[in-house]
């Protein structure tokens, strides 16, 4: 019979038997089911219809990476509204949005947000407003696609000095939720480029003409956005405490950046943006890729999107190392015209060439649909999910959602935070909605957090060919995958996720809690 401290038992014997696999498997784990991996099938086959235990069990179950996490939406709104305070800064209650410069009270509605911990009611308007807590349609407040996009203007005047912070809180959020790799999505420099673009306007579509423009500027650009990285990971790394007896469980985490550029700026900022970014990616290993960002049916957006493409396609030739992950697809009927949704997924594919599509919800819409979806098969184009998201800025949900039409064309696809502070959600709740919206089992489980590794941009060797082991690792201990796996950090992480399974199988298979 389970003690009344069972759930302090489950953690202790899962970081106990995590500890010992560490040091017992010394080979690569083969793809074949042990006792322990058909046991825990058994397991969450009982546990799928019990709410609370099966969210014990997804919350230490190992998830591989996280590769659709913006930075900046990652934080819960309460620690932008403390961060506030230490500021010193004023939020404005009618408004929603904390305010920029020094708090000077004098607008009726505005308060010092170090008096938000003594007036509750001020305090849950402004963590409303700041996320989608409790969000409920007004005359004034009418979307939740609407009320979403607008709260990173709402705590933008904490972003800039608050950096490390929000690093640290992402990283230990990730190992609470026993992922073992992190793609963050930032913008470091990001207003000098804009800047740099408003100096050079844009030789019509002649993009060489556009790149020798900046040759004055990019080296400049790229050493200041890899001075705020570094300033960045230095102050996380002290709050974290890593490399210390008192490190926090974050440091595990491996992180990696992809550069984000906005794409509802002028073209020739985009350009500068991205001309930019390719540059750092090929230059700085910690940015392992790049990215597009803001709401994809902004009217700017949407008329530039065919030039947007076509800029993404002249980096990419000058560029062929780096890779790319588009947003694209974060569309529905109800935002634009049906003219504004058959293209954009099969555009990031076939002419940005993107690895992996971000959101892709709009792939029923897409002229020739089940063309393009075995075209993504074929070429192994990866989708990040975003459920939560997706319920709260689209409205679309549960069977409505296309996550079950890719699985059954076989494309590749990862579960994905996209804003988690903003959604109030995390990567274990993603992994709740996915099974009520698939149906999935826990051997598709399994796939879902290995895929996560297999495309994320992270350097090396995948420890995989198809379902098998490859053929270096095949032998047991041998000189020659010891050396593969020191060679191939994607491999070497993809062996950490193999290992956490093991364990993790291992501890579910004895606990009390889930028999």
Same mark, same amino acid.
């Given at each position: 019979?389970?003690?009344?401290?069972?759930?302090?038992?489950?953690?202790?014997?899962?970081?106990?038997?995590?500890?010992?696999?560490?040091?017992?498997?010394?080979?690569?784990?083969?793809?074949?089911?042990?006792?322990?991996?058909?046991?825990?099938?058994?397991?969450?086959?009982?546990?799928?219809?019990?709410?609370?235990?099966?969210?014990?069990?997804?919350?230490?179950?190992?998830?591989?990476?996280?590769?659709?996490?913006?930075?900046?939406?990652?934080?819960?709104?309460?620690?932008?509204?403390?961060?506030?305070?230490?500021?010193?800064?004023?939020?404005?209650?009618?408004?929603?949005?904390?305010?920029?410069?020094?708090?000077?009270?004098?607008?009726?509605?505005?308060?010092?947000?170090?008096?938000?911990?003594?007036?509750?009611?001020?305090?849950?308007?402004?963590?409303?407003?700041?996320?989608?807590?409790?969000?409920?349609?007004?005359?004034?407040?009418?979307?939740?696609?609407?009320?979403?996009?607008?709260?990173?203007?709402?705590?933008?005047?904490?972003?800039?000095?608050?950096?490390?912070?929000?690093? +640290?809180?992402?990283? /230990?959020?990730?190992?609470?939720? =026993?992922?073992?790799? @992190?793609?963050?999505?930032?913008? *470091? %420099?990001? !207003?000098?480029?804009?800047?740099?673009?408003?100096?050079?306007?844009?030789?019509?579509?002649?993009?060489?003409?556009?790149?020798?423009?900046?040759?004055?500027?990019?080296?400049?650009?790229?050493?200041?956005?890899?001075?705020?990285?570094?300033?960045?990971?230095?102050?996380?790394?002290?709050?974290?405490?890593?490399?210390?007896?008192?490190?926090?469980?974050?440091?595990?985490?491996?992180?990696?950046?992809?550069?984000?550029?906005?794409?509802?700026?002028?073209?020739?900022?985009?350009?500068?943006?991205?001309?930019?970014?390719?540059?750092?990616?090929?230059?700085?290993?910690?940015?392992?890729?790049?990215?597009?960002?803001?709401?994809?049916?902004?009217?700017?957006?949407?008329?530039?999107?065919?030039?947007?493409?076509?800029?993404?396609?002249?980096?990419? +030739?000058?560029?062929? /190392?780096?890779?790319?992950?588009? =947003?694209?697809?974060? @569309?529905?009927?109800?935002?634009? *015209? %049906?003219? !504004?949704?058959?293209?954009?997924?099969?555009?990031?594919?076939?002419?940005?060439?993107?690895?992996?599509?971000?959101?892709?919800?709009?792939?029923?819409?897409?002229?020739?649909?089940?063309?393009?979806?075995?075209?993504?098969?074929?070429?192994?184009?990866?989708?990040?999910?975003?459920?939560?998201?997706?319920?709260?800025?689209?409205?679309?949900?549960?069977?409505?959602?296309?996550?079950?039409?890719?699985?059954?064309?076989?494309?590749?696809?990862?579960?994905?935070?996209?804003?988690?502070?903003?959604?109030?959600?995390?990567?274990?709740?993603?992994?709740?909605?996915?099974?009520?919206?698939?149906?999935?089992?826990?051997?598709?489980?399994?796939?879902?957090?290995?895929?996560?590794?297999?495309?994320?941009?992270?350097?090396?060797?995948?420890?995989?060919?198809?379902?098998?082991?490859?053929?270096?690792?095949?032998?047991?201990?041998?000189?020659?995958?010891?050396?593969?796996?020191?060679?191939?950090?994607?491999?070497?992480?993809?062996?950490?996720?193999?290992?956490?399974?093991?364990?993790?199988?291992?501890?579910?298979?004895?606990?009390?809690?889930?028999?």
């Amino acid at each position: 019979m389970p003690n009344a401290c069972g759930f302090v038992t489950f953690r202790t014997m899962f970081f106990r038997i995590l500890i010992l696999t560490g040091f017992a498997l010394s080979i690569v784990p083969a793809r074949a089911e042990t006792p322990d991996s058909q046991t825990t099938a058994h397991v969450f086959d009982r546990l799928r219809n019990d709410p609370a235990r099966l969210t014990l069990f997804l919350r230490a179950f190992p998830k591989g990476g996280d590769l659709h996490n913006h930075l900046a939406g990652a934080i819960p709104a309460e620690d932008y509204l403390r961060w506030a305070g230490e500021d010193g800064l004023c939020v404005s209650l009618p408004q929603g949005r904390i305010l920029p410069g020094k708090c000077r009270v004098a607008t009726p509605g505005d308060l010092p947000a170090t008096q938000l911990a003594a007036h509750d009611e001020a305090r849950q308007v402004m963590i409303d407003s700041l996320s989608m807590h409790d969000f409920v349609p007004t005359p004034l407040d009418r979307s939740g696609h609407d009320h979403f996009f607008s709260t990173f203007g709402r705590f933008a005047p904490v972003l800039a000095t608050h950096q490390g912070e929000m690093l +640290a809180q992402a990283r /230990d959020q990730a190992a609470a939720d =026993h992922i073992v790799y @992190l793609e963050l999505m930032i913008s *470091p %420099a990001l !207003g000098a480029m804009a800047r740099a673009g408003e100096a050079h306007p844009l030789p019509g579509t002649d993009y060489d003409a556009a790149h020798r423009a900046l040759d004055t500027d990019r080296a400049h650009l790229v050493s200041l956005a890899r001075q705020e990285t570094d300033t960045m990971e230095h102050d996380a790394q002290d709050i974290l405490h890593c490399d210390t007896p008192q490190a926090h469980p974050g440091c595990s985490v491996t992180v990696r950046y992809l550069f984000q550029a906005i794409r509802t700026m002028s073209p020739a900022q985009v350009f500068a943006q991205l001309d930019t970014a390719y540059q750092l990616v090929h230059e700085d290993p910690r940015f392992v890729g790049v990215n597009f960002v803001a709401p994809e049916d902004n009217p700017v957006a949407m008329k530039d999107y065919a030039q947007h493409m076509q800029i993404f396609a002249a980096q990419n +030739a000058r560029h062929p /190392d780096v890779k790319l992950s588009l =947003h694209a697809g974060e @569309l529905t009927p109800s935002l634009v *015209p %049906a003219n !504004g949704l058959d293209n954009h997924i099969r555009q990031a594919v076939e002419i940005a060439g993107a690895s992996r599509i971000g959101h892709g919800v709009d792939i029923l819409w897409e002229h020739d649909a089940p063309g393009l979806l075995h075209e993504m098969a074929q070429r192994r184009i990866a989708v990040e999910v975003n459920l939560t998201s997706n319920d709260q800025i689209l409205g679309v949900s549960g069977k409505s959602h296309p996550l079950s039409v890719y699985r059954r064309a076989h494309v590749p696809v990862t579960l994905s935070t996209d804003d988690q502070g903003v959604s109030r959600s995390n990567l274990t709740q993603e992994y709740r909605r996915a099974i009520a919206t698939a149906r999935l089992g826990y051997a598709d489980l399994k796939a879902i957090s290995r895929n996560s590794l297999t495309y994320a941009f992270i350097p090396g060797t995948s420890l995989w060919d198809g379902d098998h082991v490859i053929t270096l690792c095949r032998a047991p201990q041998s000189f020659a995958c010891a050396n593969f796996l020191r060679k191939s950090e994607k491999a070497r992480l993809q062996f950490q996720l193999e290992r956490n399974l093991a364990a993790f199988e291992a501890m579910v298979s004895h606990e009390p809690l889930f028999q």
